[in-house]
């Protein structure tokens, strides 16, 4: 497509519940990154892949946490047993190959609120 | 460890004044580093970056940013601000080596314009 796309781009859980957030990249980009962004705080690394293996997993904060990308495109990133912490704008950008001289291009988000 | 401060969360400017915001950073090897700017509901957009060469990068909508080594500051500057340059801004930089290309941002900082 011609940009990133993530859906839903609103979504009200209770907590406890499971939620699946979807990213999809711009066509043919390799390199695809979920961020987190928490009221009033910066953008919070949480994953990195490159086509399907994650070789960067260092900023997910819990085991509650857990990401996969099929196809080397679509990635779903699941939160279970969701918490009101985890209430926060999910940021996926998506990059040609993911080295410094390609940029970054990033999707409009999931704002995720847990009730 | 990698970080990215920026010191004023909140800044206000009057319409046709100068801007600067401030960025400092802890790295170890070269940074590779970045402006973006984010408006309500966007993604984020790139301002301009650097990598090497020429500390003084021009950028986007008439942005400028000036890489000091020696102070490890990368500060955002403008001479003029429109009411449009309304956003707030995020500083990064890239950790690009070993199994990672993510980029580390900072806590970014709120830009209000007073017309």
């Known amino acids: 497509g011609a940009g990133v796309s993530q859906s839903p781009s609103n979504k009200v859980t209770e907590k406890g519940k499971d939620v699946e957030l979807r990213c999809d990249p711009i066509?043919?980009?390799?390199?695809l990154y979920w961020y987190r962004q928490s009221l009033g705080q910066g953008l919070e690394f949480l994953i990195y892949?490159?086509?399907?293996?994650?070789?960067?997993k260092s900023g997910l904060p819990s085991d509650r946490f857990s990401a996969e990308r099929t196809g080397g495109s679509v990635s779903t990133l699941t939160i279970q047993r969701t918490q009101q912490e985890d209430s926060a704008v999910y940021l996926c950008?998506?990059?040609?190959?993911?080295?410094?001289?390609?940029?970054?291009?990033f999707g409009s988000g999931t704002r995720l609120t847990v009730v | 460890a990698q970080s990215v401060t920026q010191p004023d969360i909140h800044i206000t400017v009057s319409e046709g004044a100068s801007l600067e915001l401030r960025c400092n950073y802890s790295y170890g090897a070269t940074p590779y580093l970045f402006w973006y700017v984010q408006s309500p509901g966007q993604g984020l957009q790139l301002l301009l970056k650097?990598?090497?060469?020429?500390?003084l990068v021009q950028g986007i909508k008439g942005f400028e940013a000036e890489f000091k080594r020696s102070q490890s500051s990368f500060n955002l500057r403008k001479p003029s601000v429109h009411w449009s340059d309304a956003a707030e801004y995020f500083c990064?930089?890239?950790?690009?080596?070993?199994?990672?290309?993510?980029?580390?941002f900072g806590q970014g900082t709120t830009l209000q314009v007073k017309p």
């Open positions: 950008a998506s990059s040609l190959l993911g080295g410094p001289n390609y940029g970054y291009t």
């Open positions: 650097y990598f090497s060469g020429d500390t």
């Open positions: 892949f490159q086509g399907n293996s994650a070789p960067d």
């Open positions: 990064a930089v890239g950790a690009f080596s070993g199994n990672t290309g993510k980029l580390i």
């Open positions: 066509s043919g980009h390799t390199a």
